[in-house]
């Protein structure tokens, strides 16, 4: 009935920049200012991603240096190993922290957050590395056209839930925010719209302007479903 939610293969990129476990110090930091990018997988054997090495990871070497010359405070035990360590192997964070294709953007983006990281390495069902996906990528839902956010509502929730002749339900789509005008056979069903709506990818709010379908003026004289205590 209803279109599955986008996934990380979706908006992933495919070309990834990565080093392997001998790449030295100054590789890491070339390849990182190279492709403008904050962090790196680190690949072992055919291309099984085994860590990540990101800016955090190299900034203990310039700590260390720095600290006993400026009276900074001396960084934490494991950061000492890892501002002598003089490989992406020594450096990374381990086990890396990585999605599948088919994980949803909303799930990716919950790993984000729990995990505070910007990136995630998209691997296979072995482990090998197969793409990337940023906050950016998550994050290209919302640049979806009106009109083809208008048009999903219209093709997978409001022609199911409010089917003519019983409905007629208008659909417009503003900057991401969708209204549902016109009027409805089954008011109970609008709180189903409301949150169906809110899914779909791209969308940033949802507004009805629905009455009852026998009566084309407003129930009681008020203003919306949301007034009516029907959202």
Do not use: C
């Amino acid at each position: 009935m209803f279109s599955n939610p986008h996934i990380v293969s979706d908006v992933m990129t495919h070309t990834v920049a990565s080093v392997g476990l001998s790449a030295s110090f100054k590789d890491v930091v070339g390849m990182m200012q190279e492709w403008r990018v904050s962090a790196l997988p680190v690949l072992a054997g055919e291309g099984r991603v085994v860590g990540v090495v990101s800016e955090a990871d190299l900034l203990p070497t310039e700590q260390l240096r720095d600290s006993p010359e400026k009276g900074y405070a001396l960084p934490r035990p494991g950061d000492v190993a890892k501002a002598g360590a003089l490989t992406a192997g020594d450096l990374m964070s381990s086990p890396a922290v990585t999605v599948r294709a088919n994980t949803t953007l909303a799930e990716a983006a919950r790993i984000m957050a729990r995990e505070k990281v910007k990136r995630l390495p998209v691997v296979d069902d072995v482990g090998l590395l197969v793409g990337v996906v940023s906050r950016a990528d998550l994050l290209q839902v919302f640049l979806r056209g009106d009109e083809a956010i208008a048009e999903e509502v219209r093709r997978e929730i409001v022609s199911y839930l409010f089917p003519l002749p019983g409905s007629t339900v208008h659909v417009d789509v503003h900057d991401g925010v969708v209204t549902l005008a016109g009027r409805v056979g089954d008011t109970s069903l609008v709180p189903v719209a409301a949150r169906l709506v809110r899914a779909v990818e791209g969308v940033v709010d949802v507004e009805f302007d629905l009455v009852p379908g026998g009566d084309p003026r407003r129930a009681d004289g008020l203003s919306s479903p949301a007034d009516q205590g029907l959202v």
